[in-house]
């Protein structure tokens, strides 16, 4: 609270970019609340966690920034913290347990109570949890958009893959198919209020209207997307190889307005690991999908996901992801150290790999993407991007950066002659292995 009795509300977001879109929802009903936002945990009257819980580092890292927390409370008792997101959703009451300065702790399917929780909060001063799934998946919630360009825009939630080493499925529930005119009516109102860029999302987009009547699916929705005026950008993520096809390629293709990135991740270059992931593929048929992908997109920007020290991965295994890299040439990839996760099949197999070869053997395998990384990122210097002006980098307030259709980051000198949302031309002049930097072109 400050001086005159305004109240605000901080919110930290990890994880995915589901929960990004689920930190606006619950930003949403604070401002209808009446909390203004704030950047100052100190001033804050509600601090908001939305965690993630997908690897034992994520955990951590939430564990450290609650215990954090502990002072704030014992400074200012009717501060209120809640705890949202996937974390919460597995970790539940313990999280009482673990902090008991935590006043609130909400499930993935019940983001939708928090104005109530608030309330009950206050008038009752106990505890609260609401983490029940069986609610709706979505909800008509008020949305405070943390960008003013970029807006994100849910098409399902939940998983129904169960890949042997996920959590996922366990704390966001089954697939629904957030219905095709809501999603429409959102892009649209989105297009009104001057965003330039969406971003359709789900743990799995390419499943996407399987639980829905009619001939609903992800083609046809980018298709419907794609028609609307005023968006100058259509991103969907996270796309999976079981089910993308040559259908949603082609859409993908020809929709002017999707970009010409796609993120498809493999997590290993071994079919025998891969079956054992339950991934639902094989090397071959992921490799179709990319050789049929690059043809038919144009300077396709491809980034993928990979796992390393998966339960009973031989070296052997590892060599084929390696060659693997080699093979498909990415842009870039997510790389990760397997992280047992309780109640998922791979955290009781047998072969579990000790720490210092798990980081063995990521570190052999940034080694060699980063040879293609910089090598896709070199390929583009003297070339002209088009990217949409995100304003300052973090650390140097001279360097301003955008990103290209292919999410490519690129950063340059401002002269002051462009304006945050701007789409502008950037010559690339150096291309670096995470980065590329430019100027504006003239
Ligand atoms: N739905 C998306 C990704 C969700 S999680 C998809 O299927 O592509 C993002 C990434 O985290 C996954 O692609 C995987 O590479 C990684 N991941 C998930 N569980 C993990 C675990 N237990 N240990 C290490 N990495 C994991
Ligand atoms: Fe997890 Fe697999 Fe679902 Fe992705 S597809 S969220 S990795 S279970
Ligand atoms: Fe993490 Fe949940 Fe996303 S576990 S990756 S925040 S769906």
Redesign the pocket.
């Known amino acids: 609270m400050d001086i005159t009795g305004n109240r605000f509300y901080f919110i930290l977001s990890y994880g995915?970019q589901m929960n990004q879109s689920d930190s606006e929802h619950y930003a949403g009903q604070l401002e209808e609340l009446g909390y203004g936002p704030t950047e100052d945990m100190e001033q804050a009257d509600v601090i908001l966690i939305n965690t993630c819980c997908?690897?034992e580092t994520a955990e951590d890292k939430t564990l450290g920034k609650i215990g954090e927390l502990k002072h704030l409370k014992a400074n200012n008792p009717d501060l209120i913290i809640a705890v949202t997101g996937c974390m919460a959703q597995e970790w539940q009451d313990r999280l009482f347990e673990r902090a008991p300065h935590i006043d609130l702790v909400i499930g993935t399917h019940n983001i939708h109570k928090l104005i109530d929780m608030i309330t009950e909060r206050q008038a009752q001063g106990r505890h609260l949890l609401s983490a029940d799934m069986g609610a709706p998946a979505f909800h008509d919630l008020p949305t405070k958009r943390f960008h003013k360009f970029f807006a994100w825009i849910p098409i399902m939630n939940g998983?129904n893959?169960f890949?042997t080493?996920?959590?996922?499925p366990y704390v966001r529930g089954r697939e629904v198919s957030r219905p095709m005119d809501a999603v429409l009516e959102e892009v649209k109102q989105a297009a009104a209020g001057g965003y330039k860029e969406i971003t359709l999302l789900?743990?799995?987009v390419n499943s996407y209207g399987k639980d829905l009547d009619g001939k609903i699916d992800f083609a046809e929705l980018l298709r419907q997307v794609d028609k609307i005026d005023g968006i100058e950008r259509v991103r969907y993520m996270?796309?999976?190889p079981k089910d993308m096809n040559f259908d949603a390629i082609d859409a993908i293709a020809e929709c002017k307005k999707v970009v010409n990135h796609m993120?498809l991740?493999i997590?290993c270059g071994n079919d025998e690991l891969l079956r054992r992931m339950n991934r639902g593929y094989t090397v071959e048929h992921y490799m179709e999908l990319v050789d049929y992908a690059r043809k038919r997109i144009p300077d396709l920007v491809l980034t993928t996901?990979?796992?390393v020290g998966f339960p009973g991965e031989t070296e052997g295994m590892y060599l084929d992801t390696l060659e693997f890299l080699k093979r498909c040439q990415y842009d870039m990839a997510?790389t990760?150290?397997?992280?047992?996760?309780t109640g998922?099949p791979?955290?009781r197999m047998d072969g579990q790999i000790d720490q210092a070869e798990k980081s063995r053997r990521l570190q052999g395998l940034m080694d060699v993407q980063n040879v293609y990384s910089l090598e896709k990122n070199k390929a583009m210097e003297n070339k002209v991007y088009d990217v949409i002006v995100e304003g300052p980098t973090k650390n140097d307030a001279h360097n301003w950066f955008g990103r290209t259709t292919g999410n490519k980051m690129i950063i340059w000198e401002n002269d002051g002659t462009t304006a945050i949302g701007d789409t502008v031309p950037v010559v690339v002049d150096k291309g670096q292995t995470w980065v590329l930097k430019g100027h504006l072109q003239k």
């Open positions: 995915c997908v690897r998983c893959n890949c080493y996920c959590i996922v789900g743990q799995n996270t796309s999976h993120h991740p997590q996901d990979i796992i997510y990760f150290m397997f992280s047992p996760r998922t791979a955290a």
